[in-house]
């Protein structure tokens, strides 16, 4: 009944830039944290960056300073805006989110979007 669905993945070229976006759906009494994983062919899958409902961002140190997170908690959407995008940031973007559904939390995954940076 509740889902993340991911969208604005690509091709780019390095230096570009691109914004993906992540909806929520279904039943939902609030969302805690959200975030974005990547997962690279051959490489476990990875945090990218997070956000707390009180809008507190964390990056991993790759993308800091050329990614940023965001969320609109009225559209139930978290965004990533990727820029100065490297052949290293080719990936798979996963979105996740803790949900509050009384009486439990419930962790979601996307399907992934994937992002391709050539060069």
């Known amino acids: 009944q509740v889902q993340l669905v991911e969208s604005g993945g690509g091709l780019v070229q390095a230096g570009g830039s691109l914004t993906l976006s992540c909806a929520a759906s279904g039943v939902i009494f609030s969302i805690n944290t959200m975030g974005w994983y990547r997962q690279a062919p051959g490489k476990q899958r990875e945090l990218v960056a997070t956000i707390t409902s009180g809008g507190s961002t964390n990056y991993a140190d790759s993308v800091k300073g050329r990614f940023t997170i965001s969320r609109d908690n009225a559209k139930k959407k978290v965004y990533l805006q990727m820029n100065s995008l490297k052949a290293e940031d080719t990936a798979v973007y996963y979105c996740?989110?803790?949900?509050?559904?009384?009486?439990?939390?419930?962790?979601?995954w996307g399907q992934g979007t994937l992002v391709t940076v050539s060069s």
């Open positions: 996740n989110a803790e949900f509050w559904i009384p009486p439990r939390f419930l962790e979601v």
